[in-house]
């Protein structure tokens, strides 16, 4: 085949070298020094505490003086920390969330025997609508979930607002962040709380692990109950727990890891504004809006791909870059509406455009703290020419071969 132009290089599906002579990770967890994680957890296990022990609650009082709010409880996972959240909230009927989200969120809903409600989210910040959640409350609606979706703050006070106004609980997934902050206030202090993943592909890791962030003292005890099989300490438990606690090994490697949460934090901000800057001259990319007051952690940087104008789909698009061993994930599709387990609970109910046109076309890109400039410009020049090279295909005669 000809080449359509003599000023693109060739990308590698056209027979061209690929970007990349190696296919690197997608994701590379920077980790703190081991040292610091071992000299602070040494005591512990030579003394035999390596659970329901002192870094826990370190870890807790750190966490929540960074969040600013009145508790952190730690558990085994955001996912434990949500179904013990709808469970310690006496959540019933009907919950509304995004059902563009990582399906963790609505199995929370699900394992509590709830009524998944899906909402559509914003077509710029791609968080959940919050004027499209109000037109699915009916009677049986007693919460709603809003997920920071890679980071980026939900319209917090928005949703808070129809909280308020329909007497509704509301919960923030924030699985992906840590870090980030909604005008000038760290997410964490928002609806009745925030439930933080801890698990190696977010910011702050605990090899596995989350946090429940809230000022509701009761609604925190409640939770140390939960995730102690819901023994409030008389051993007549008051609601139906588990054991959702988090081991003190992973404690020590969360608050190591707090120490260096800034500086990923500015990586990922870094890197996510040099994709940007490379790929905003592109055709049929568009991008994930942040607020100006807004921090976004960049948990994951993700790009919408429209075909009509980018001549290449979401999903040619992903298989040529994984040509040139770019490796990047569809996060998150198929949305939750279309997934077996939920597209039942969806049946019947009004569409969710939005959700389906960003779902079907979102594409997250490499983003990790060690990932060096070179690889961020080598990644978005890999999609440059990609395009570029379509649109010149485009522009010659389709007849030649
Ligand atoms: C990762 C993730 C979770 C699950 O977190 P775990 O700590 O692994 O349970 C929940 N929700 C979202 C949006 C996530 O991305």
Redesign the pocket.
Known sequence: MASPSTTVPRPTIHGGAPAFSERFRFIKPTLPDFQSVISAYQGFYAAGMITNGSLVQRLESAAAERLGVNDCVAVS????GLMLLLRALRVTGEVILPSF??F??GHAVNWNGLTPVFADCDPDTWTIDPDDVETRITERTTAIIA?HMYGNPCAVEALQAIATRHKLKLIF?S??AFGSRRGGRPIGQFGDAEAF???P??LLVAG???LVSTNDATLANSLRAGRNYGDPGSYDPDLIGLNARMPEFNAALALAGLAILDAKLARHNAIATRYTELLSSVRGLRFQKVAPADLCSYKDYSVCVDPGAAGITRDELASALLAENIETKKYFYPPMHLQKLYRGYHAGRPALPVTDSVSGSVLSLPIYESLSDETVEGVARAIQRLILYQAASDNHSPTHS
């Open positions: 996972s955001c996912t434990s989200t990582f963790a969120t997920v997934d699985a992906h993943s801890l698990s592909t977010k596995e692990g989350g």
